[in-house]
């Protein structure tokens, strides 16, 4: 496996100001997401794709390959990430003949993600014969959705099989997402991270932080300068 640690990480974030690069716990945000990846066993090479100079530089000092400058086009608020990542494949691959078996996609919003965690994936990706992976966590087995007057539907399949919360199946729901795994060529042909033979990592959701806006980041903070201490308790809990 050849896998590409791919970082978008774009300069216009709305909900949080230059969120990438904000600091988080004294260090950019964007950083945590670095530092994991290069932790990891199995990664080869770390990619950041923006458009900012000013994220370009902090990842290279991170340690982080930024290769080239992301077209502004590809950096709006209506700009897909797909969009991105095959433009960054495409391109790697023109300028300097680098393809990658497999991208993982690693979101600078999960902070709370480990170099064990993407070893784990990719790990469990070869066990599993995958050709695609998203991590995900446990949630609750009613599904509603709301609408504007604050009326609650329940999903099909949303409502539990029995009132006995142990005598039903488990529910998940993607975590952020902290991983994104998936084989290139799979990836290339079908313009999804979600193809294939999909398997999932999963989280747990303590740690399933995903930073979109002010509440998110002032709650992370909290969550990540205490979570030596939440893992104790929940080893010692009883």
């Not at 896998?3 to 950083?31: D, Q, Y």
């Not at 209506?78 to 300028?95: F, G």
Request: glycine residues 6%.
């Amino acid at each position: 496996m050849k896998i590409l640690a791919l970082i978008p990480a774009r300069g216009g974030s709305k909900g949080v100001l230059k969120k990438n690069i904000r600091p988080f716990n004294g260090r950019p945000l964007i950083a945590y997401t670095i530092e994991a990846a290069k932790a990891s066993k199995y990664v080869d090479r770390i990619v950041v794709s923006t458009e900012d100079e000013e994220i370009a530089a902090i990842a290279i000092e991170r340690g982080a390959d930024v290769p080239f400058i992301r077209p502004i086009e590809m950096a709006s608020d209506t700009s897909k990430v797909m969009d991105a990542v095959v433009y960054t494949l495409e391109k790697l691959k023109e300028i300097e003949g680098y393809e990658p078996t497999h991208v993982l996609l690693l979101q600078t919003t999960s902070p709370m993600r480990t170099s064990e965690d993407i070893d784990h994936a990719v790990e469990l990706f070869e066990a599993r014969s995958a050709e695609s992976l998203v991590s995900v966590c446990q949630t609750e087995s009613w599904l509603l959705m709301k609408d504007a007057e604050d009326r609650l539907t329940i999903l099909p399949n949303g409502i539990p099989l029995t009132s006995n919360r142990q005598q039903n199946p488990k529910f998940y729901k993607l975590d952020g997402c902290m991983i994104y795994l998936i084989k290139t060529d799979v990836l290339l042909h079908e313009r999804s991270f979600v193809a294939g033979k999909l398997i999932g990592y999963e989280i747990p959701r303590w740690r399933a932080i995903d930073i979109d806006d002010p509440q998110d980041f002032v709650v992370g903070e909290l969550i990540h300068r205490e979570r030596g201490a939440i893992e104790q308790a929940l080893k010692d809990f009883s």
